[in-house]
Nanobody
Framework: QVQLVEFGGGLVPPGGSLRLSCAAS????????MAWFRQTPGKERETVAS????????YYADSVKGRFTISRDTTNNTLYLQMNTLKPEDTGVYYC???????????????????WGQGTRVTVSS
């Protein structure tokens, strides 16, 4: 079992930056496939970014490529999502998720992640 808690959401103007953190407890996430998802009203849940168990492979949604970066700090047992050049369409609730499995690939399928945080809200607005 692992517990995940997200931090770092808030209100930011268009063009701004935020860094989301996902602190894990209960088990180490060092070799765990992990991901960030977001939910926007009226839209299906979207896979924003994911990272393989080894950390050498990542996936990004086309809408965030070049602006977002997913990373993991095994010392602090924390997953991060650095979000730059934010746009209003990035507004939503962001969730981190963990598999506790050493996925070779960066998995996009939400069904492969049984552990989820409670979400943190990001609002991009002037």
């Amino acid at each position: 079992q692992v517990q995940l808690v997200e931090f770092g959401g808030g209100l930011v103007p268009p063009g701004g930056s935020l860094r989301l953190s996902c602190a894990a407890s209960g088990r180490g996430i060092g070799n765990s496939g992990m991901a960030w998802f977001r939910q926007t009203p009226g839209k299906e849940r979207e896979t924003v970014a994911s990272i393989s168990g080894s950390g050498n492979k990542t996936y990004y949604a086309d809408s965030v490529k070049g602006r977002f970066t997913i990373s993991r700090d095994t010392t602090n047992n924390t997953l991060y999502l650095q979000m730059n050049t934010l746009k209003p369409e990035d507004t939503g609730v962001y969730y981190c998720a963990a598999s506790l499995l050493d996925y070779i690939a960066a998995q996009r399928n939400a069904a492969l992640y049984p552990y989820w945080g409670q979400g943190t809200r990001v609002t991009v607005s002037s």
